[in-house]
């Protein structure tokens, strides 16, 4: 049954294909990997205002806060249901001495953010402070391990710190700090970007210096965590190859880096405002790239792991402009647009396709830095476009990844050309379809043709669209509204097998079909 369902959707794509441009066939019936939630998970770095003055205000600030944690956007970020949330780097990871940061407040050393900005620190945000913020926000926690200027010695400290119950003396000294018992730590990566601000090592130095991390690391964690390896930057697919060649033994997750740069080059990346279509089109090919990253190293992995026991992590990603205006250069805050709404969908899309390899991506970051869910200002906060498409895109976390074929129309600008259209297909438990889909063209509305193979549905349950006026529309402190999703009733029933449905320019939409 399942070989008919397939091939009658490699038939009705071929004939589709001629009778129509844009075609999007699904094999309702024909699904078998998990998308897995933590492909929606979130980074949070010292970096900035992302910790302090974003997730931090401290318990004495006149900003309403739980404990500390900024209490609207502690809501926020509830509401989005973060599965897995990334500390305390980044570049600032192998700088941070976890001791530094617990104990009474009045006794943890300020330290100098070296590489964001040179600001000075107070660690009143520590291992306490984020983990019990991972309790609250209900999701697990990804602790990167200082290997770059740490020691094996101090990272082992750091996981009966965290993890172990035992009578030993890092146990009682989280017991004397005020915690009772271990968290629940699921992730613990071995260093950071360990080919650059890392340490900047070959690959042949890094796979010695992780297999000896996390030997000792699977000594006293056993199976309570995975162990996650420094893996490329990029398209470095021989820092892969010789991770895979000398450690995939010594690790169960392997990450990989990659960040869009819609301008010419690191050193001219463009504004995050005003740009024109030659920078947006720039900015969404740039992002799609992402696939053929993922398929080259995914392809490396399978040669020395057939069994796809070594997860692939895209635990950092999103676009990367430059800074606004009159803002600390080191602290990489920038705004938010609808391209980058785009951005995000249409990377989820990808991540969601490798879902059979890729178990984790975290978007760089959280708040106030990068392609962030949030932005504040004294007293005020806006959720960003970005934001509304992840609280979009949850219906597929741990849903089942639904085969399906696209046939789409080019959007053309100049000589160069992408796909119009992005999308992603999956049933949840209860067996409702969702449907996610992306229009890049910035102005013309596509119509779309959809057909399911294997099994029909009822009706269209809901849909929701998020578009905006012009692709740089930005949602600020004033006008936070501006790019916000609303009803979308332009997709139309036309038999239990078929529907149709009108996409706007640069838009996002979701449907579930029932």
């Known amino acids: 049954m399942k070989k008919l369902s397939l091939l009658l959707l490699v038939v009705f794509a071929s004939f589709s294909m001629k009778a129509q441009v844009n075609v999007l066939q699904i094999d309702a019936a024909g699904g078998k990997t998990q998308i897995n939630k933590n ?9 900035g205002r992302c910790i302090y003055d974003g997730i931090w205000v401290g318990k004495d600030s006149p900003i309403p806060n739980v404990n ?22 980044g570049c600032f990871a192998d700088t941070y001495h976890w001791k530094n940061g617990i104990g009474p407040l009045a006794d943890r050393p300020k ?32 602790i990167s391990a200082n290997v770059g200027s740490g020691t094996v010695g101090e990272m082992v400290d750091w996981i009966e710190y965290m993890t172990s119950d035992d009578d030993v003396p890092m146990v009682n000294l989280r017991k004397k700090n005020g915690r009772e018992k271990p ?13 650059g601000c890392g340490g900047n090592m070959t690959p042949e130095f890094y796979s010695d210096l992780m297999r000896q991390y996390s030997n000792y690391a699977n000594m006293y964690g056993g199976d309570k965590f995975d162990r996650i390896g420094c893996g490329s930057n990029g398209g470095d697919l021989n820092w892969t190859k010789v991770l895979m060649e000398r450690g995939r033994n010594n690790m169960d997750g392997l990450s990989l880096h990659y960040y869009t740069i819609a301008g010419k080059s690191w050193d ?17 090919k740039k992002a799609l790239y992402m696939d053929e990253l993922v398929t080259k190293h995914s392809a490396i992995m399978d040669h020395y792991d057939k069994d796809k026991r070594v997860d692939l992590l895209v635990d950092e990603w999103g676009i990367w402009t430059d800074v606004e205006p009159g803002t600390n250069p ?3 805050f920038q705004q938010n647009s609808m391209r980058d709404a785009l951005i995000a969908s249409s990377t989820l899309d990808i991540l969601n396709k490798h879902c059979d390899r890729v178990k984790m991506a975290n978007i760089a970051q959280v708040v106030n830095v990068l392609q962030s869910m949030v932005l504040t200002k004294g007293d005020k906060m806006v959720l960003t476009p970005t934001y509304h498409v992840f609280k979009m895109y949850n219906v597929h976390q741990n849903a089942t990844l639904l085969p399906s074929n696209l046939i789409c129309e080019p959007y053309k600008l100049g000589d160069d050309q992408i796909p119009s259209l992005s999308s992603s297909v999956s049933s949840d438990k209860s067996g409702k379809i969702h449907i996610t889909l992306s229009n890049l063209n910035p102005s ?12 029909g549905f009822v009706k269209i349950n809901s849909g929701t669209i998020l578009t905006a006026s012009a692709f740089n529309s930005v949602n600020t402190f004033e006008k936070p509204e501006t790019v916000i999703p609303t009803a979308f009733k332009n997709a139309k029933k036309l038999t239990d097998n078929k529907l149709e449905v009108n996409i706007p320019g640069k838009s996002v939409v979701v449907l579930e079909l029932e």
């Open 39 to 47: 492909i929606y998970g979130q980074f949070a770095e010292h970096l």
């Open 68 to 89: 500390g944690y900024r209490k609207d956007l502690l809501e926020a970020l509830q509401a989005l249901k973060i599965p897995v949330l990334r500390w305390p780097g």
């Open 111 to 142: 330290i100098k953010n070296v590489f964001w900005g040179g600001t000075v620190e107070d660690n009143s945000f520590g291992t306490h402070e984020f983990l019990n913020l991972c309790e609250l926000l209900g999701c697990d926690p990804y």
């Open 183 to 195: 968290w629940n730590v699921k992730f613990i990566g071995i260093g950071n970007e360990s080919w």
């Open 268 to 284: 001219n990346k463009s504004a995050a405002t005003g740009f024109g279509e030659d920078l947006y089109f720039s900015g969404l």
């Open 330 to 332: 080191g602290h990489l």
């Open 444 to 455: 013309k509305e596509i119509k779309l043709e959809i057909n399911l193979v294997g099994k």
